[in-house]
Nanobody
Framework: QVQLVESGGGLVQPGGSLKLSCAASGSIVNINSVGWYRQAPGKERELVAESRVRSTTYADSVKGRFTISSDIAAKMVYLQMNSLKPEDTAVYYC????????????WGQGTQVTVSS
């Protein structure tokens, strides 16, 4: 059974930085993608960043400020967030997608990021 645990969230002032971490455990084979999503109060969950073998995708709202990275051998995924804005406030979720023809999605429990002065 695959499990994901996020950490690194917290309260930060506008313009500040945070680095989120996601630790994966269990049988992880045939990785399709790793990613970060977020959900603000009253809004739907949205993609923040996604990394595949040959491509990385960022939401327009975070391009140039956020960077996704991973250490597959260590089963870790990271999200470096710089120049944070109040509108970045949300619960951030780590996502792991396995498989090619038949895909399986795994999610962490989420970590709260609050950007406020």
């Amino acid at each position: 059974q695959v499990q994901l645990v996020e950490s690194g969230g917290g309260l930060v002032q506008p313009g500040g930085s945070l680095k989120l971490s996601c630790a994966a455990s269990g049988s992880i084979v045939n990785i399709n993608s790793v990613g970060w999503y977020r959900q603000a109060p009253g809004k739907e969950r949205e993609l923040v960043a996604e990394s595949r073998v040959r491509s990385t995708t960022y939401a327009d709202s975070v391009k140039g400020r956020f960077t996704i990275s991973s250490d597959i051998a260590a089963k870790m995924v990271y999200l470096q967030m710089n120049s944070l804005k109040p509108e970045d406030t949300a619960v951030y979720y780590c996502n792991l997608r396995l498989g090619t023809l038949k895909k399986s999605d795994y999610w962490g429990q989420g970590t709260q990021v609050t950007v406020s002065s």
